[in-house]
């Protein structure tokens, strides 16, 4: 038997001996032995030097061929059989992957603080600044200052907390109107002001009323402030909150310190001003109230309302999230039922 | 004001239907409270006439009815009215017909008795217990002799009306009358009013002054005071025309006077009081104040104790009426009366307003006289009506009116000018439209170069300066019509203030900490009010006059609204709540001052704060899970001086032994802990733990500088070690020595371990700290660390007595 076929024999049974093992030390036996120094291949190449010169290259290169055959057998059976006991492996790692997930204790903004934050954002985006007001107030700003003389009939529409005859707790958000406008250097432009905050009313406490509650209170003043700037504010703050398909109505209210003073009504998001229990069935839901700044508050101010003019307007935050959550009971906002407060936790 | 559409259209010739009408009334005027027709939901109520009755032969208080109800033969119905009779015209509610609060009236059999439907009241056809005349109110009601059998009932009970039921705004007084709202209506369709007066036709045998005297002192209580006197006249019930108008507008007719009064303050907006003119003490009729505890009977016999601040009318100095709030019951009309005193007049708003909500007599009459009353139809109105009792109660009216007051009518003149109205309200009206939105109104105006000079008649008195003048613009002009624009060439910039972000900022740490916001009452007990406290304070301030004993104090801090939450919760077996709070707390600073109002922040965690599962344990609240949340809360909040925790049994509330005051250099900024087990129980509420800072002081601190510390590519050496120490020795005395002795390259101090136990001697501890070291410029050897850290073991030896195990 010549060289080259004791080399293609040994190709033979290298080649079936991998092929028919079925594991990795195995694997590892037959490269040590057929392609080791001691092995058989080696064994046929000393045999080499007998052969002529002419013959030698050749052997040599099919010697080459035969140890890379080999070579790439055994190491495409040992990656095969390596894959195979990974995926063993993993097979029995496998887990129920619709066991629950761990509770990582996550806390939620309260839903007033959610529809407060998102009304100053959109404010803030508009060039407001925010301002914050202390909740027991002077007589003074939260009526007087705001066209609410003593005896102004309005002033029976709030009833008041009062802790001496000239303090009180606010029953609006709206003296912050009276201190910023006192305190705004018009010299530097135009007063955007948007103030939320809490406000108190001598009211007993049941599903629709609370003796505490939120208003956000906004106000704009400037050389050339006009009415259609109040529209289409109000129109953008509805549309924000409610869903800008939403047609907005305004008609005419009462505030002392507003006139023209107007209410806002948005299309019931509900029924889509069909009609239906949620706006009694007009088809509109009043969201808010607001008019041209009066003049006397400009006056009290020192502001001169022949140069100075604007709009103010206030919301309710509690009325929002009731009609936007369908909450029923204002209490739910105060009473903190975990279950109530972890509910509101949809993102962005 | 419940306005009916029927009786609009007397007036006007209205172009559109009623709930159309009324969203214009919403947009132009005022706002709708409800558009109904007093016949909605009923049905097959027809006329019947009664042919005959006769007892029913098993019952002693039932008839049998044959009733025509305009088919060919009578039918009959078993009736229960007392006062049913034959020869009459009744309401029949047919078989299947739909009565008062959706009842369904079936064929049915009564006794025995066939009966084919129901002769009803007219409380069972929908009218309130408070309108159907009083007479009725046993028995059923008889239509007009006229009416034709079988026809609906609606239209002779006026029921066939739209009542459009108004919201009127303060400012709006005007628009509590037909006649505010023929104007207001007129002018914004466009249309000619025929609103008319009916004008009086005086006796000439008798003189009103000869009747009466009335004498104003005092011109401010009563502007306006007018007198009529009707003599001979029958009292008896109104026509039906004049039941049907004030029934529906939610007025119960009471006879030809007293429904005549009630009919001109409708159309009029007018309020009149009706004496009997033979019952005044004397004929010489003043108004004054009342005086302090002057007892005086109302109408609805009442017996009052008048206040000062009353104001009652006088007849020689004797009070008759409670001044436009409501009447004496000596003087009120009654069958007897034969002479009626007719007093029309305008009191002070303001003290009526007061004296309505001091004896709680708001009617009618107050609520307008609150509002203000035009001052152009006093008069007339007076005229009017005592025409009309004249003319319902076959008497006179005696000539002349004496008048005691007479407020001035006239007009008020306001210039603007074009560009003022486009100025302010962003349109672009032409001087044309301006004019045409005045000559609606019917005010009188004159453009002089596109300046306005406008006559505002004194039955608008809401209109006094030019921003009432540009409201009616731009009602009338229409709201839909203003464009929409965004304020245009401002260029403020916005945003929150420094203290706005770290405030937000504070929030979110917490929510992302695992904490609810939760948002509680301000206002609580005065025990509660002063539990808590940060730093001890006096007494809360306190409302002069609380509406509930649960809320007459501000809070001095958040804690205990919080604890007052998880109560709530525990009491609705939610008893894993983890909740903050950020708001504000009100310190006293003296009588007749307003409280300082310092922004805390708080939170309370109880029970699971995370709940076991199926995977992993429970991890309950403890005080190192809160000083955990607060330690990390402090961390983001950057402040610059150091935290330290110092133990605090100061709070009679919290736990003595296990809570801590926390401090950012030397400022005391808070505390956090356990609350005391006592306070918990008071609470109901399991094992709690607190905290409570204030923002105020946090955000005052000085901060950290954001730098950014390089990341070290040395190598670091940590060495372990495990420290038996007395007791009483606190982990952060340990911590000073070791921080303070461990070197230049010590960068950390981790404690990893703390056993107390049986395997340690008594009064002993165990602790042990990792120490990491790191030099930031080189790689470090070990033999500078093992020295660094020989050393640090011979300190902790010398000053704390440690044993090194
Ligand atoms: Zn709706």
Redesign the pocket.
């Known amino acids: 038997m010549g060289l080259k076929d004791k080399l293609d024999q040994l190709r033979q049974q290298g080649l079936t001996e991998v092929k028919a093992s079925s594991d990795l030390n195995k694997i590892n036996d037959i490269r040590v032995k057929m392609l080791g120094k001691k092995g058989p291949i080696t064994e046929v190449l000393r045999g080499m030097r007998e052969l002529s010169a002419e013959e030698r290259p050749k052997i040599g290169q099919f010697a080459n061929e035969v140890r890379d055959d080999l070579t790439n057998a055994i190491e495409a059976k040992r990656s095969e059989l390596e894959q195979a006991k990974i995926n063993a492996q993993l097979e029995h790692e496998k887990l129920d992957v619709t066991l629950p997930g761990n509770t990582v204790p996550q806390g939620q903004p309260h839903v007033i603080q959610q529809i407060i934050d998102q009304l100053v954002d959109l404010f803030i985006g508009m060039g407001y600044e925010v301002a914050i007001g202390d909740e027991v107030e002077e007589d003074h700003y939260n009526f007087e200052m705001l066209n609410l003389p003593k005896d102004h009939p309005a002033r029976d529409m709030q009833d008041t907390f009062y802790v001496t005859p000239e303090i009180l707790m606010r029953t609006q958000t709206s003296p912050m109107q009276a201190r910023m406008l006192e305190q705004h250097d018009f010299t530097k432009g135009p007063l955007k002001m948007v103030s939320p905050g809490k406000v108190y009313r001598r009211d007993t406490d049941d599903a629709t009323h609370s003796h505490q509650f939120h208003q956000v209170e906004g106000m704009v003043i400037g050389k050339h402030i006009t009415m259609a700037d109040l529209k289409g504010t109000l129109e953008v703050v509805a549309q924000e909150l409610f869903g800008d398909e939403l047609d907005v109505r305004l008609r005419p209210s009462y505030f002392p310190f507003t006139e023209p003073s107007v209410e806002a009504d948005i299309t019931?998001f509900?029924?889509h001003?069909?009609?239906?229990?949620?706006?009694k069935q007009t088809?509109w839901?009043e969201v808010l109230g607001a008019g041209m700044t009066h003049p006397n508050v400009l006056k009290m101010a020192s502001v001169d309302p022949e140069v100075y003019g604007g709009f103010a307007f206030g919301l309710g935050p509690d009325r929002f999230a009731m009609l936007k959550y369908g909450v029923e009971d204002i209490r739910d906002f105060y009473q903190n039922d975990v279950r109530f407060l972890t509910q509101f936790n949809q993102k962005g | 004001m419940k306005v009916s559409y029927q009786w609009l259209q007397e007036y006007l010739d209205l172009p559109e239907k009623p709930a159309d009408l009324a969203e214009r009334i919403a947009r132009i005027s005022v706002d709708i409270n409800d558009v109904y027709s007093p016949s909605d939901g009923l049905t097959k109520l027809v006329v019947g006439h009664v042919d005959s009755i006769k007892p029913h032969p098993d019952s002693d208080h039932l008839t049998l009815c044959q009733v025509n109800i305009g088919t060919a033969d009578d039918v009959q119905i078993v009736c229960g009215a007392p006062n049913i009779a034959a020869a009459k015209n009744v309401i029949v509610a047919l078989p299947g017909a739909r009565i008062g609060n959706n009842i369904k009236i079936k064929r049915s059999k009564m006794r025995g008795e066939l009966s084919e439907g129901m002769i009803c009241a007219l409380q069972e056809i929908g009218f309130g217990e408070q309108i159907a005349p009083k007479a009725y109110e046993e028995g059923i009601w008889f239509l007009p002799a006229e009416a034709t059998p079988g026809e609906p009932v609606f239209p002779y009970l006026g029921m066939d009306d739209t009542i459009i039921d108004t919201d009127v705004t303060p400012n709006r007084g005007d628009m509590f009358s037909m006649l505010g709202n023929v104007n207001d209506i007129a002018a914004f369709y466009g249309l000619t009013s025929k609103f008319k007066p009916l004008l009086v036709q005086e006796s000439a045998d008798q003189q009103t002054a000869d009747l009466v005297s009335v004498q104003i002192d005092d011109k401010k209580i009563a502007p306006t005071y007018k007198m009529r006197v009707i003599s001979d006249v029958q009292i008896k019930d109104s026509p039906l025309w004049l039941q049907i108008r004030l029934w529906n507008a939610g007025i119960r007719p009471i006879n030809n006077v007293v429904d005549v009064t009630n009919y001109i303050l409708l159309k009029y907006g007018q309020p009149l009081h009706s004496f009997d003119y033979d019952k005044l003490p004397a004929k010489n009729i003043g108004v004054r104040f009342a005086q302090q505890d002057e007892p005086f009977v109302t109408l609805d016999e009442n017996k009052r104790d008048l206040s000062s601040d009353d104001v009652v009318v006088t007849a020689g100095d004797h009070p008759v009426a409670l001044a436009g709030t409501m009447g004496g019951l000596e003087t009120a009309i009654s069958n007897q009366t034969t002479s009626v005193a007719l007093e029309s007049a305008i009191f002070d708003p303001v003290l009526i307003r007061k004296q309505a909500r001091r004896h709680d007599l708001h009617s009618e009459s107050s609520s307008r006289f609150e509002r203000g009353i035009n001052p152009e139809t006093s008069e007339i109105a007076l005229n009017e009506a005592a025409q009309l009792i004249a003319q319902l109660g076959t008497g006179k009216v005696a000539t002349g009116i004496v008048t005691g007051s007479q407020k001035p009518a006239t007009p008020i003149e306001i210039s603007l000018t074009l560009a003022r109205i486009n100025h302010v309200l962003g349109t672009e009206l032409s001087a044309v439209e301006v004019q045409d939105i005045f000559e609606r109104l019917a005010f009188k105006c004159i453009n002089n170069d596109d300046t306005f000079l406008v006559s505002v008649p004194a039955r608008r008195w809401d209109i006094s300066i030019e921003a009432d003048l540009l409201e009616e613009i731009a009602r009338i002009y229409g709201y839909d019509k203003i464009p929409s624009t965004l304020p245009a060439q401002t260029s403020n910039i916005g945003g929150l203030s420094q203290q706005q972000k770290w405030v937000r900022a504070s929030r979110h740490v917490l929510e992302g900490l695992g904490l609810n916001q939760a948002i509680s009452y301000s206002l609580t007990t005065v025990t509660e009010a002063q539990q808590f406290e940060i730093k001890r304070h006096a007494t809360p301030m306190e409302l002069d006059y609380p509406m509930s004993q649960d809320h007459v104090a501000t809070r001095m801090s958040l804690i205990s609204g919080l604890l007052t939450d998880l109560a709530y919760n525990t009491a609705r077996k939610q008893v894993d709540v983890s909740l903050y709070e950020q708001g504000r707390i009100f310190v006293p600073v003296g009588k007749n001052k307003r409280p300082q109002e310092q922004e805390h922040i708080a939170g309370a965690i109880t029970g699971q704060f995370s709940a076991k599962t199926w995977h992993h344990e429970a991890q309950m609240a403890d005080f190192y899970l809160i000083k955990g949340i607060v330690a990390q809360y402090l961390a983001n909040m950057a402040v610059k001086n150091a935290v330290s925790y110092v133990a605090s049994n100061e709070r009679s509330e919290m736990h003595p032994g296990r809570t801590a005051n926390i401090f950012v250099g030397e400022t005391l900024v808070g505390y956090v802990g356990q609350i005391h087990p006592q306070t918990a129980k008071q609470y109901k509420i399991g094992a709690t733990y607190v905290f409570e800072l204030n923002l105020d002081k946090i955000m005052a601190e000085p901060k950290k500088p954001r730098h950014y510390q390089m990341i070290s590519k040395y190598p670091t050496i940590t060495r372990d070690i495990a420290l038996l120490v007395d007791e009483n020795i606190t982990n952060e005395s340990i911590l000073d020595v070791i921080n303070d002795k461990g070197g230049a390259y010590l960068t950390d101090v981790t404690l990893f371990d703390v056993y107390e136990g049986s395997h340690l001697p008594a009064h002993k501890k165990s602790l042990a700290y990792t120490l990491t070291y790191q030099d930031k410029e080189g790689t470090l050897v070990e033999e500078k660390v093992n020295q660094a850290f020989d050393k640090v073991i011979k300190q902790l030896m010398d000053k704390l007595n440690v044993e090194v195990r």
Do not use: D, H, M, T
């Open positions: 019931c509900n029924c001003g069909r009609g239906c229990a949620i706006c088809g839901i």
